[in-house]
């Protein structure tokens, strides 16, 4: 049953995630994103871990797609579908990305089919959520810190290249 429940939620974050990438209207692409966040979220809470559960809920379904959408919203990229893509040759090198990284996953996948694996064995502390906060703050505090500079530098860039685009059409 709980193979049924992977490959069912495992199949909707894939049709979260191509969606997002083929829709041609920001919002929606943001909200397939959003499918995908809950999918995942189910994901982790069927590898035993309601902490990484609602960590995924809260803060990235939650505080990043409002983030996003804020973004989003603030370019108004949602209004520019009409223009033409500037750089035409993006569909076809995504298209041919994608095809190869399929055909890794294929062929890792065709690879285990024949392999008996393991007994698997769960480590109880897996999803303690003081371990994890543990090794985030020691192992990869750095990281973690320049994840967070790149974020902040992100939405600064787009407001300030938002208000040059309204002041270039202002004036």
């Not at 982790?44 to 983030?67: D, E, K, R, W």
């Not at 089919?113 to 003081?130: H, K, R």
């Not at 967070?148 to 407001?159: H, Q």
């Amino acid at each position: 049953m709980e193979q049924v429940m992977f490959f069912i939620t495992a199949l909707i974050a894939l049709v979260g995630a191509v969606a997002m990438l083929i829709s041609r209207n920001a919002v929606h692409s943001a909200l397939f994103l959003l499918l995908n966040f809950g999918a995942i979220a189910v994901l982790f809470l069927l590898l035993l871990s309601p902490f990484l559960f609602v960590v995924q809920l809260t803060v990235y379904a939650g505080a990043i797609m409002v983030l996003f959408l804020f973004v989003v919203m603030l370019l108004g990229a949602e209004r520019a579908e009409d223009e033409q893509d500037r750089i035409a040759w993006q569909r076809p090198l995504a298209l041919v990305l994608g095809l190869v990284l399929l055909g890794q996953a294929i062929f890792v996948f065709a690879g285990q089919l024949g392999q008996v694996s393991p007994q698997i064995t769960i480590d109880e502390s897996f999803a303690d959520p003081a371990k994890i906060g543990e090794v985030l703050f020691t192992t990869y505090l750095l990281p973690f810190q320049i994840t967070g500079f790149i974020l902040l530098i992100a939405i600064i860039g787009v407001v300030v290249l938002n208000q040059r685009a309204r002041l270039k059409h202002q004036g």
